[in-house]
């Protein structure tokens, strides 16, 4: 009798709640169509307007960048000309340091856009819009939860709901600051395959919360179809996807790091088992295996243990376990890396994870799915750190993953400032409850001044250490003739200034603003204006060089660098190049090899390279100078 009276009140609940659904479902289809449409609309010109300054203004405008740059752009190049698209190759070797996805996307982009730096970046820009689109579309659900509690509670209290500017919404504020920081600029902007990572992995983590909430959901109206079905829902689908993505962008981490988070997300609030039977894990891993393992099974049958050893020994093992290319760093690395890459927002990351509350962990297990962002932004964030912190090999690139979900925290922090839910403002002072804002806000305004003239002062006494590469060395003095120190400094001491006069003013929901409008301006006026001064100096007289080698190249003739490797020669003169750093190599190699076809070289390095080579002027034929470099044609008889 019991059981059949909890029946009876079940589907009493279930059939109010389908009411309530199509009541909303119709009031929604009533609205003025106006209503609906001009925010979609502003919505879609703030996310292009992001893209465009974060990403693709002057995305091509400057050359390659060396060392990595060229690499990449080069082996998706050969992947065009060979038409072999499971090999990587680089001058002639094979080149097993990542897996193929970014080279199969910027030979995509050669077909439709030439072979161009317009080509080699694009994948990246475009991995960083669409994470930046999914990141506003996931805190436009935060939203939409919030504003439902906030009705529910008016109504409770009678009280008038306050809106706020659709500027100053979460979603806006979201995409901002996953978009408009130091690290997703650079890296966004870059034609290798951190970017692909970072967009597959997160946008994978943020597919699995959005999965996990439609799981509330459904349980919500008892319409549980998925749960009888042999495959998880559409975003746990799309979860997996992406990792096998992730997979085919850098190999291992791509599944190692999401499934460190979800676990502890899960083990964390108890419910791990029934992720695991929503998430349908041997499905999940079945799609993951076709995406993915083709293309292994295919490279190692190529090239066999070559390939093992090299990228799962070398890339993968063993930089995590030993030092690799001299990229050792203390244990605190990682604290600086994220304090600049993210800045300015990480001035706030602090008082976001403390905000979170973490340790009641209690309350988090009672609070419904959809609430639960903060504390899985939380977990993404510590896991990556913690993971790179411990891993020996270390990279600012490294912690590129964690960005959007420190953006996340800082966003959610920023919603409730600017929504004016900070306890000093509360009348009656209540029990402090996980995402309720901490006093210690007025010292990070504080900070927050000191941080930017900090950066001001050093961006104008910045050209004292920029001379250490030989590459560019008249570059100091060409940055400071540009003016664009002074801008640069000038702009953050403005905006220090303009945080200042609205924190005295008690105008703290404007400093997010002042912030972003000083960031822009940094980068429209100084940032990009440095990049091309820094390519005219450093790239541009490779360029100009491996144009006059094409010209000038003899049939046969082999063309080789001395005391530098600058894999951008490669790209550009298309050919290939051969390296030695060491001089006393250099000369043996020459000795040593033949070749009758051609009685000379094409010789490109320092001047003093040159002398050391113990080679005269009259020895070798100059072609060009440019820069820092010279290149000569050399009889080998020179070097008998």
Partial sequence: MRAKILNLKSQEVWVKEVIKNLSEFRNRRLAKP?????????????????????????????????????????????????????????????????????????????????????????????????????????LSKEEGRRKK?????????????????????TPWIGAALIALNPQTIAWGRTGVSDMLLVACMCSALLAFFLGYTLEEQREKTEFSPVSASRFPNKWYLTFYVLIALAILAKGPVGIVVPALIVGSFGLYLGNFRQLWREMRPVSGILIILAIALPWYILVI?????????????????????GVVNKHSAPWYFYFFVVLVGFAPWSIYLPVAIARTRFWQRSYWRRQPRSAQLSLFALFWFGCIFGFFTIAVTKLPSYVLPLIPAAAILVTLLWSDIIAGNEPENRRIKLEKKPNSLPRGLLATYIFNVIFLLIVAGATFYSYNWLGDDPAMPNFPQAIQESGLLMVGGTIWIITAVAIALLLWKRQQRWILVANLIGLVAFIIFGLTPAYKVVDINRQLPLRQLAQVAVQQKLPGEEFIMVGFWKPSLVFYTQEPVTYYRAVTKAIDYIKQSKNPTSPSILLLGYPEKFVQLGLQPNQYQLLDSRGAYQLARVPRQAFR
């Avoid at 409770?156 to 919404?169: A, E, P, T, V």
Wanted: charged share 15%.
């Fill in 34 to 138: 106006s209503k609906r449409i001009a925010p979609l609309l502003l919505s879609l010109l703030w996310l292009f307007a992001i893209a465009w300054v974060g990403f693709l203004w002057n995305l091509g405008n400057i050359g390659l960048v060396d060392e990595t740059e060229p690499l990449f752009a080069e082996a998706a190049r050969q992947m065009t000309v060979t038409g072999d698209f499971i090999t990587p190759y680089f001058n002639g070797e094979t080149r097993f340091d990542k897996p193929p996805l970014i080279y199969w996307l910027m030979a995509v982009a050669y077909r439709t856009l030439g072979v161009n730096e317009w080509a080699v970046r694009l994948p990246s820009a475009l991995c960083a819009i669409g994470l930046t689109c999914l990141g506003f579309y996931t």
């Fill in 149 to 169: 509690e906030e009705e529910t509670e008016n109504q409770n209290s009678k009280l008038k709901n306050s809106r706020l500017s659709l500027f100053f919404s």
């Fill in 301 to 321: 049958l190529a090239n066999g243990q070559t390939y093992i050893d090299s990228f799962f020994g070398y890339h993968n093992f063993q930089r995590f376990t």
